[in-house]
């Protein structure tokens, strides 16, 4: 049996007023990667596929773990960084 790789769709979330929507991306076929990069440029989490108001990146000025609501944690890197 040959190993395949699992393709995450990425999904943005809203949250307002105590209830959440969510939505496919627009960009049809977009995907997380394993650092958190969507193939149309967001940042979203590589465990669930979310991004928006569910994922918090704390703003230090020095790299730190992005967190998001189904507690998955991660350090963010740039597309084409990571070996």
């Known amino acids: ?23 496919r991306c627009e960009d049809a076929g977009c995907t997380v990667d394993e650092r958190g990069n ?8 590589p ?5 928006g108001s569910n994922v918090t990146v704390p703003s230090t000025g020095r790299p730190t773990f992005a967190e998001c609501s189904c507690g998955h944690a991660w350090l963010p890197e740039p597309a084409g960084v990571a070996a």
């Not at 995450?8 to 969510?22: Q, Y």
């Open 1 to 23: 049996m040959t190993p395949t790789a699992i393709a995450i769709p990425h999904m943005k979330m809203h949250g307002f007023a105590g209830d959440h929507l969510l939505e």
């Open 38 to 45: 969507a193939s149309c440029g967001r940042l979203a989490c």
């Open 47 to 51: 465990s669930c596929g979310f991004s």
